[in-house]
């Protein structure tokens, strides 16, 4: 397949991505859906003309599928300041507090995803500049009902004089010692203790669930 037309293939993925979830998010808006609806068929049709099949079947098909058909993949910054802090935000729903992170869109890698997470919930420009590991929520002990993927990045804010503030789903936000963590959200204290010793250089490979 050329540039051109793999190029085509991944601009499809992500409108059929964008289509779905907003279908799946956003069923009772009076405009939404339709909108979500037609790109998902200009998705389809992008998929048809690469592969030759009918626009309307590979529409069918987006329809038909899940919109999650594997494990979900996320990504959490890890961001510590000259002092050795961890950057923590207060999750609205829990009450209970967490690295920066979320799931994943299609279109970008990991470590992508990891630095718009902590932009979106701190605010922060972030450089991802070391990988922590990938972590099985079924290992971690994450409190999910579906099965996810965790990826944890080391990361260097851009501008250490910029300071993080509460955005979107957080209630507050801070820098923390690793002696004065606060109680954190299901399947964070392994990955902060994990993050605190690649950040001091106790470990130096990347975990992964055996």
Same mark, same amino acid.
């Given at each position: 397949m050329s540039d051109l037309g793999e190029q085509l293939r991944l601009w499809a993925d992500e409108l059929r991505a964008i289509a779905g979830e907003g279908l799946y998010y956003d069923p009772d808006h009076p405009y939404h859906p339709a909108r979500y609806r037609r790109v998902r068929r200009i998705a389809a049709e992008l998929? #048809?003309?690469?592969?030759? =099949?009918?626009?309307?079947a590979v529409e069918s098909s987006f329809a038909t599928t899940a919109l999650r058909t594997t494990p979900v993949s996320g990504a959490d910054g890890a961001v510590f300041d000259g002092a050795g802090r961890i950057l923590l935000i207060q999750r609205a729903d829990t009450g209970l507090w967490a690295?920066?992170?979320?799931?994943?869109?299609v279109g970008e890698t990991p470590?992508?995803?990891? #630095?718009?997470?902590?932009? =979106?919930e701190t605010g922060l420009d972030v450089q991802p500049r070391a990988f922590v590991g990938v972590y099985d929520s079924r290992r971690c002990g994450s409190v999910l009902a579906f099965h996810l993927y965790h990826f944890v990045f080391l990361c260097d804010p851009v501008d250490p004089k910029n300071e993080p503030r509460s955005r979107h789903e957080t209630t507050d936000v801070g820098?923390?010692?690793?002696?004065?963590?606060?109680p954190l959200h299901g399947g964070h204290p392994i990955r902060v203790r994990d993050a605190f010793a690649r950040h001091r250089g106790q470990i130096t490979d990347a975990y992964f669930d055996r």
């Open positions: 998929f #048809a003309v690469q592969s030759g =099949e009918e626009a309307l690295m920066p992170g979320g799931a994943l869109d470590a992508e995803g990891a #630095a718009r997470e902590v932009r =979106e820098w923390f010692q690793e002696r004065d963590l606060p």
